[in-house]
């Protein structure tokens, strides 16, 4: 079979393309929560962010690209196995009974398609603007942002101070003043970290990595990121909730005029 | 105690769960002989005794199978059905007794099923092609004490299908590797390798088993205790293999040279 035909076509090349993929979206996944926990910071640093991923202008696109060509290569992967694997269990068990496998292990199926469904969601509230368009970064009334300062990545100065930028602080913070919106989010990524729990621990497995010998310390490894990564998350929309993030005030604004 | 057993006459007749009054046990009875105690008064009564697959009756030829309250080869740990006793159940209990089920090992009757697809998957690659004879000098090829330890773990594997069985994928991965690990820790399996995983790989997905999902469920089913440390073994091999065969340069001569 010629490499092409092993690696899609067969069992183990599809779950190496499912791990090989997953690495790519954990990556992204963490990177972009990093990214946004900057929303704790001044304005200057979450605007000056998003400002400077967008100055990247065709390297943005070609990191889109590839992330959503991880995506549709994983679905298609999990659909076909999860096809195949219908099929080949043929009758089910009178007597139903699970040995040892993990409850993250057995959802990753729902776990996966209710955080596709998440993300649709998300893209179209914060990258579209089709949703909640009142809170959108182009078009609400707190739309504009001067930047105060410079905003460096890596000792380099990407965005000047007194640059007009798209006012993504105040998006995110008006989007998750909605109850629901925010609610929906925290059981999204709660459910996208078990989702990862099992993932991160499965991908050593499907490379090749693991064994006995240090298979604890990756499930203690996997256990930590996933709770890190939910508590990171759940920060935004729950400080948004509880009052401590803010939008700018008119005062903020003003000052930013200066 | 009562047993309730799956009945099917054949492959294309319908099956049913029937129950069976099991009586004058002993518990020190293994599981079969116990079956063999219902089938003597099934036959006595003029009733079609219940099919069921079985020969060494120690544990080594993985000819038994049978799930048992939905866990195949029985509540224990690292023990074929014919190795589960009596003991291990109360008086009183109701026993679920189900063929193995899979789409690659189609039913012949009862609690029996066809598990050629495994010996298919063995001739794809589940030996190494060497000339028959005496035995060689067993110096000649020397193989660390770690690595011979790990090989003989594979090695018990004894091909009853029970990893199939529990897998809810049906998958037959633990199975296909311990064979793949087996062979290719071992300096005689070298050789053939990468034609080896690719091949029993290859068959594996023509059967029709199904893909792994990580859980396990295949080795804390299996009766030899094949550690699921195989698979990624030879999700390796298998990764290695394929890159190997896509760019390895092919003799000139490759019909041999013959004329
Ligand atoms: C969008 C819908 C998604 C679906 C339907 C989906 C579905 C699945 C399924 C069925 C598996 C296989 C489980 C297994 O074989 O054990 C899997 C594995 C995995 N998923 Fe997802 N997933 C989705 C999104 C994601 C996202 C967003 C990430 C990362 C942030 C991710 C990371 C992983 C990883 C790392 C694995 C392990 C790969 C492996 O089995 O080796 N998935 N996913
Ligand atoms: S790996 Fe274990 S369960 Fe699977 S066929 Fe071999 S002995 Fe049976
Ligand atoms: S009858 Fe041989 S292993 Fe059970």
Known sequence: MNLVGSFFGSSIGRKIIMALTGVILIGFVVGHLVGNLQIFQHPDHINGYAQFLHQLGPLLWVARIGLIAAALLHIWAATVLTLENKRARGGDYGFKHTIQATFASRAMRWTGVIVLAFLVYHLAHFTLGVVQTETFKETAPLNHYVMQNDYRVAGFTVVKAGTDVANVHSMVILGFQHKVVALFYIVAVGLLSLHLLHGFNSLFQSLGLRNAKWSWLLHKAALALCVVYFLGNLAIPGAVLAGKLRPQTAKVAATAQR | ?259
Not at chain 2, 39 to 63: M, W
Not at chain 2, 149 to 158: E, S
Not at chain 2, 168 to 177: C, G, R
Request: aromatic letters at 6%; hydrophobic letters at 40%; a negative charge.
């Open chain 2, 1 to 259: 105690m009562t047993l309730r057993v799956w009945r099917q006459a054949g492959p294309k007749a319908l099956g049913q769960f029937k129950d069976y009054a099991a009586k004058d046990l002993n518990s020190n009875m293994s599981f079969l002989e116990m079956l063999d105690v219902v089938n003597d008064e099934l036959t006595l009564k003029g009733e079609v005794p219940i099919a069921f697959a079985h020969d060494c009756r120690e544990g080594i030829c993985g000819t038994c199978s049978l799930t048992i309250n939905g866990k195949p080869h029985g509540p224990g740990k690292g023990i074929a059905t014919c190795q589960t006793y009596m003991r291990s159940f109360h008086d009183g209990d109701i026993i679920v007794v189900e063929p193995f089920r899979a789409a690659a090992f189609p039913l012949i009757k009862d609690l029996v099923v066809d598990r050629t697809s495994f010996d298919k998957i063995m001739q794809a690659g589940g030996f190494i092609t060497a000339r028959a004879g005496s035995a060689p000098e067993a110096n000649a090829a020397p193989v660390p004490k770690g690595v011979s330890d790990l090989a003989m773990d594979a090695a018990q594997c004894i091909g009853c299908g029970a990893c199939v069985a529990a897998c809810k994928n049906a998958s037959a991965m633990l199975f296909v590797s311990a064979k793949v690990g087996h062979l290719g820790l071992l300096p005689q399996g070298q050789a053939e390798r990468d034609r080896r995983v690719l091949a029993m790989v290859h068959t594996m997905d023509e059967e029709g088993f199904g893909n792994c999902t990580n859980q396990y469920e295949c080795s804390a089913a299996c009766p030899k205790t094949i550690s699921h440390d195989f698979i990624a073994r030879m999700n390796r091999d298998y990764l290695g293999a394929t890159l190997r065969s896509a760019f390895q340069p092919e003799a000139a001569s490759s019909d041999g040279g013959g004329a």
